[in-house]
């Protein structure tokens, strides 16, 4: 039972364009969500998160938006740049569970210069 | 600051062999993660240790895999014995709390044949 989905296996974005990459869960309790990258040959890295107080937070070129009712969050990326061509994960904890963090099975981006 | 250190980086074994991971944190970590990441799949949580005592390890297989975090710092996990199937990349994090964000190895990619 895939409780965080990422629909997307893979997404071409031009560079300086938005880049959007769309996560869903299905656990009501997740209070806590996160999105990595990860580049080929190395682990993830922490890119941003998001409590689930809040509907929007914002990092530089990076934005997550989370729609609780639709147990839905997206990533936007503006500008896109060839650097950000990446394997996204989105990821969600909740405290009830020890807040284990669940992976979704991850986007790759590529931003086509 | 040092990051999460893995060895090693590349293992192939036959199957029914034994093998082990080792890790070492970022110091000062007490929160302490091993995943198992499938090709094509986000990284799936084994076992998650809060100092040295084991918080969650519901997803570790424990006729043939298991783990130990020595004196809160290091980490070894061992597989024995070896299946098809445990080939993955294994990937070890660390973070300063529970709720945080979480800090990533490179990952030991094993190949079981």
């Known amino acids: 039972d895939q409780q965080v989905k990422q629909n997307s296996p893979s997404l071409s974005v031009q560079e300086g364009r938005i880049s959007i990459l769309n996560c869903d869960y299905t656990n009501s309790m997740f209070d806590y969500f996160l999105w990595y990258k990860k580049y080929p040959a190395e682990g993830p890295t922490f890119l941003i998160s998001i409590s689930s107080i809040k509907d929007k937070n914002e990092d530089g070129r990076f934005t997550v938006f989370l729609n609780k009712s639709a147990k839905h969050l997206s990533l936007h990326i503006v500008p896109s740049q060839p650097g950000d061509s990446a394997v996204y994960f989105c990821?969600?904890?909740?405290?009830?569970?020890?807040?284990?963090?669940?992976f979704g099975p991850g986007t790759s981006l590529s931003v086509i210069p | 600051e040092a990051g999460v250190a893995q060895s090693p980086r590349y293992k192939i074994i036959e199957k029914r062999q034994s093998v082990a991971f080792w890790c070492n944190p970022i110091s000062g970590h007490a929160t302490l993660y091993w995943y198992q990441q499938i090709l094509g799949q986000g990284p799936k949580l084994l076992i998650q240790?809060?100092?040295?005592?084991?918080?969650?390890d519901s997803q570790l297989p424990k006729d043939r895999f298991s783990a130990e975090r020595l004196k809160g710092v290091d980490s070894t996990l061992k597989i024995q014995p070896a299946k098809l199937e445990d080939s993955a990349v294994y990937l070890c994090?660390?973070?300063?709390?529970?709720?945080?964000?979480?800090?990533f190895g490179p990952g030991t990619r094993l190949t079981v044949t």
């Open positions: 240790f809060q100092n040295n005592g084991v918080v969650d």
């Open positions: 990821a969600a904890s909740a405290k009830t569970s020890y807040d284990k963090v669940i």
């Open positions: 994090a660390s973070s300063l709390y529970v709720v945080n964000e979480q800090y």
